[in-house]
């Protein structure tokens, strides 16, 4: 199980948590010791990962081992709720529940890892928001309290989330961060499975799968390499309007990718008129992207009334410093 140290953003993460159900003991916690610590072959089990499924993600009911194997994490797949206890889910969208376990697989009290969870459905990994109202809390790294688990106990929490109904069928990856006690930098825990319910009838386009680097600026809504911006659209009144795209990132790779990571600087005109400088990572939950997976995330920004019909090109700057041009029309 890969734990990159580098994968973690100093920016706000979103918690998404309910009610604890603890099993076991509660009480101080206790500093670490070698004769406490457990083996790390003594954990319960990883279940193999699905042919289907790249390494690095397993399919949920899965164990697996956080801290050299002093702790277990499992994520039991997403279920479908009832309309009626998710009367706030707009209109073409479903609530599900997941419930995340995290056990202590030594004979003493401690202190489990903080955990936050990330889905993304979707061959592009459009990511799953949080079910308003008290069955989803929003929370800082490190605002709720530690929670202490038994010997051998065990601690689950219900993560609700919101998908709309035109998922159903489509791969979810979850992204399980687990931060334990004292450690600034999360493992990385990945699952997959089909979200419940009946396939639509047009699956989302493909990832870039053999998309080439290209000369020269890419037309909105294609590849270039592992990135894609998605046209733009434009709403709104007035002497400025709001834009919106799509920024999708793609992990070629065996390994874990820090997310998103991408600046885009939108140049209106012929003039290239610097318009709107954005961080899309900024203000959500920027997790690391799984395995020979894509993530996407939804860009908003301002921009005149006279530019709206008109040429843009949007220059992607990721964290290396490489620069990527996208063209295209102005909504």
């Known amino acids: 199980m890969p734990t990159p140290s580098s994968l973690r953003r100093a920016l706000p993460a979103v918690l998404l948590s309910a009610s604890l159900l603890i099993s076991g003991c509660a009480g101080s916690d206790s500093q670490p010791d070698s004769a406490g610590a457990a083996d790390p072959g003594s954990s319960s089990p990883a279940g193999p990962p699905s042919s289907a499924l790249p390494d690095g993600i397993v399919k949920p009911g899965s ?33 599900y529940a997941a419930r995340l376990t995290v056990a202590n697989q030594r004979s003493r009290i401690a202190t489990a890892p903080r955990t936050e969870l990330t889905a993304r ?39 609700r989330l919101v998908f709309p109904d035109q998922a159903q069928g489509q791969p979810v990856t979850v ?14 825990l990945f699952f997959e499975s089909p979200l419940p319910g009946r396939p639509a009838a047009s699956p989302e386009p493909q990832g870039p799968e053999g998309a080439g680097d290209r000369q020269g ?12 911006l998605s046209t733009v659209s434009v709403t709104g009144e007035g002497e400025e309007r709001t834009a919106h795209l799509e920024l999708s990132v793609a992990n070629r790779g065996g ?8 600046t885009l600087r939108v140049l209106t005109g012929r003039d290239l008129h610097l318009a709107a400088t954005v961080h899309p990572v900024y203000g959500y939950h920027d997790a690391a992207i799984a395995p020979h997976r894509t993530a996407t ?35």
Do not use: C
């Open 175 to 188: 992204t399980v961060e687990a931060t334990p006690e004292g450690l600034a930098q999360p493992e990385l």
């Open 217 to 228: 600026a890419t037309p909105l809504g294609q590849w270039h390499g592992g990135l894609r």
């Open 63 to 95: 164990a697996q081992p956080v801290a050299g194997g002093a702790w277990t994490v499992t994520l039991q797949g997403l279920e479908r709720l009832p309309a009626e206890t998710s009367r706030d889910v707009p209109a073409g969208s479903s609530a």
């Open 297 to 331: 995330q939804a860009v908003t920004f301002r921009v005149p009334q006279s530019a709206v019909g008109g040429p843009v090109t949007i220059e992607a700057v990721g964290v290396d410093g490489s620069r990527s041009a996208f063209e295209g029309k102005l909504g």
């Open 121 to 159: 459905y979707g061959a592009l990994g459009r990511q799953a928001g949080p079910m308003a109202g008290a069955a989803a809390a929003q929370a800082k790294p490190g605002a709720a309290a530690p929670v202490r688990v038994g010997p051998n106990a065990s601690v689950t929490q219900e993560v």
């Open 255 to 262: 390994d874990p990718l820090r997310g998103l990571g991408t």
